[in-house]
């Protein structure tokens, strides 16, 4: 086994740079040029003294996560729906809860949204899409100016991709057959896509697997001849931090930890 470098062991034993941390993240996730819905607030959201020691990864930065990092140690947060999702607002109640939190913990927190999901190595739909073994992957639905999903192909019979996929997000699918028993050409985008059938209908899949939708995507699956397959808006969000935490853990030779706050949605 090669020796790590001098520079990699330095890091363990000193931590590593928040700043030379945070502009790795950001060219590897092409922050720079992507859009994404203005809320996301995409890159470091809260500072720290300027070292990370220890990662930790959670696809929310809510209150329990926040909580859970400061008990363990964490002071770099990776997560997926970063503080401000809820938009601005006054420092008050959970909002200042979770800032304080992060302040006397000394917590970094740094967030990814559209640009981990649509990562070709690193991201939500990329390793969904592998998991669930399709082939030729090429990417699919274009959302805030690029294409965020993968599409390929892969034959199963819809049970057996249903069963497939809950080995993979580790829970229950909820399965509508509007299509074809088998199938042929499945299109992922994981969380909450639901709702944008019509979109991934004109893309050429016959089975579209994501998070979840609304109630009318059921009718309209059937309408338009369509499988849809929901796992869990958080259940198929947790590969890209997870892929990402690990990613710097092996560059900066830090430890890291997914910190797992479950919503069952």
């Known amino acids: 086994m090669p020796k790590p470098r001098l520079s990699s062991l330095a890091a363990g034993l000193t931590g590593a740079s928040l700043s030379e941390v945070v502009r790795h993240l950001e060219t590897t996730l092409h922050h720079r040029d992507a859009a994404d819905w203005s809320n996301a607030m995409n890159g470091l959201q809260v500072e720290n003294r300027g070292r990370i020691h220890r990662i930790g990864a959670a696809v929310d930065a809510c209150e329990a996560t926040l909580r859970m990092a400061a008990e363990r140690g964490v002071d770099f947060l990776l997560v997926h729906h970063g503080l401000f999702w809820g938009g601005q607002q006054a420092v008050q109640g959970p909002q200042y809860r979770k800032l304080r939190l992060a302040l006397d913990a000394d917590l970094a927190v740094f967030s990814s949204h559209l640009p981990l999901d649509a990562h070709p190595r690193l991201g939500n739909n990329a390793l969904l899409a592998k998991a669930l073994g399709v082939r030729r992957p090429e990417p699919f639905f274009f959302e805030k100016g690029r294409f965020i999903g993968w599409k390929g192909a892969l034959s199963l019979d819809l049970a057996a991709l249903a069963a497939r996929l809950e080995t993979a997000v580790g829970g229950p699918v909820k399965q509508i057959g509007g299509g ?86």
């Open 180 to 265: 074809p028993k088998r199938t042929g050409v499945v299109g992922v985008v994981t969380g909450g896509a639901g709702g944008e059938l019509v979109k991934a209908a004109a893309e050429g899949v016959d089975t579209f697997v994501t998070g979840e939708g609304p109630h009318w995507s059921y009718t309209a699956a059937e309408e338009l001849g369509l499988n849809l397959l929901f796992a869990g808006h958080y259940a198929t969000e947790t590969f890209g931090v997870k892929a990402l935490a690990a990613h710097l853990s092996r560059k900066y030779r830090l430890p890291w930890e997914f910190l797992d706050h479950p919503t069952g949605l």
